[in-house]
């Protein structure tokens, strides 16, 4: 089972930030946070991840809580090209082994 | 950044025939790639975890003989359905990771549909 709680879905108006929260009060000391979004009938995309700092790159932000029991995906600014489903994931170590993915949030981007 | 590549991106075929999948990666090395499965509606479900040289290590209720996994080379691994049926008619993915470091890259998946 995953080790993630996530909302199953939620709406954001597009140009307007997204934010998807995500749930890991069991989390382990050395795992890692990974986002993944899954557009329709696509492979899985690599979004962002992080440990316990605050991260950000070209497509989004990640915020960690303290206690590193919960975490939030901030996308900025949504598009309708951000619709999709979103997946928060832990996993062990910066290098990757398998990845098991839970249900996921459908955030549907709408004009 | 690192790409993996499958193909087909879709395929029909009929009942009690076999089925090739190839994932490559583009522009990294990879001894280990991961074929997923997902059914409508479902999230990815990992199938096996396939090793360069080496046998694949299958999940718990997939059937070995049934999906065929070889790792060749560091830049190929094929999933090969074997005497298909209906019931096998779902999206598979794979996945692979730069040898040691950074996140895992997925393919955009094939559709296999068997009638």
């Known amino acids: 089972d995953a080790k993630t709680t996530q909302p199953p879905s939620m709406d954001c108006a597009e140009g307007r930030a997204a934010n998807l929260p995500c749930n890991h009060s069991t989390i382990s000391g050395n795992e890692y946070v990974y986002w993944y979004r899954q557009i329709h009938s696509q492979g899985p995309q690599y979004i962002i991840h992080g440990l316990k700092n605050n991260e950000t790159n070209e497509m989004a932000s990640l915020i960690i809580t303290e206690d590193r029991k919960s975490s939030t995906l901030i996308l900025p600014h949504a598009t309708l090209r951000d619709t999709a489903v979103y997946y928060c994931i832990l996993n062990y170590g910066g290098s990757q082994g398998n990845l098991i993915f839970g249900k996921g949030t459908k955030l549907s981007v709408k004009p | 950044g690192a790409v993996v590549s499958q193909h087909p991106s879709w395929v029909i075929c009929k009942s009690g025939t076999s089925v090739k999948i190839e994932c490559r990666s583009l522009?990294?090395?990879?001894?280990?790639m991961f074929w997923y499965r997902q059914f409508p509606k479902q999230s990815l479900m990992l199938m096996a975890t396939?090793?360069?040289?080496?046998?694949?290590?299958?999940e718990q209720g997939v059937e070995k003989d049934k999906f065929l996994i070889n790792h060749a080379s560091l830049t190929l691994s094929t999933l090969t359905v074997t005497s298909a049926h209906p019931e096998d008619s779902s999206f598979y993915i794979c996945?692979?990771?730069?040898?040691?470091?950074?996140?895992?890259?997925f393919g955009n998946g094939t559709r296999l549909t068997v009638t």
């Open positions: 996945s692979a990771r730069i040898v040691g470091a950074g996140p895992l890259h």
């Open positions: 396939s090793n360069e040289g080496s046998k694949a290590t299958y």
């Open positions: 522009d990294f090395q990879a001894t280990t």
